[in-house]
């Protein structure tokens, strides 16, 4: 499988935040912990497959439509989904 490019905030980069709120906006994703952000924070990119590694319940949005986003309280908790 080709590497698939994931953007994702300083915390899920240094894995100190569990990843809590996925978006899917022009095709691309972006994996969050959901909290706060310094303003000039910049995103990073990493590959999809390490984060699937990293916490396998994420596969359960793998089919999560374009512009739309999903978010849960817990890792393994229920995903809500919305529209952006
Ligand atoms: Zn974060």
Redesign the pocket.
């Known amino acids: 499988m080709a590497e698939i490019p994931v953007y994702v ?4 980069f240094e894995n100190t ?1 569990p990843i809590l709120l996925v978006c899917k906006e022009n095709e691309e994703w972006q994996f ?6 310094e303003r000039e924070e910049i995103p990073r990119v990493v590959g999809l497959n390490h984060m699937l590694e990293r916490d396998n319940t994420l596969s359960e949005i793998m089919g999560l439509e374009n512009d739309s986003e999903a978010e849960r309280q817990e890792v393994g908790g229920t995903w809500l989904i919305s529209k952006l």
């Open positions: 905030c300083s915390h899920i935040r969050l912990c959901g909290g706060e952000h």
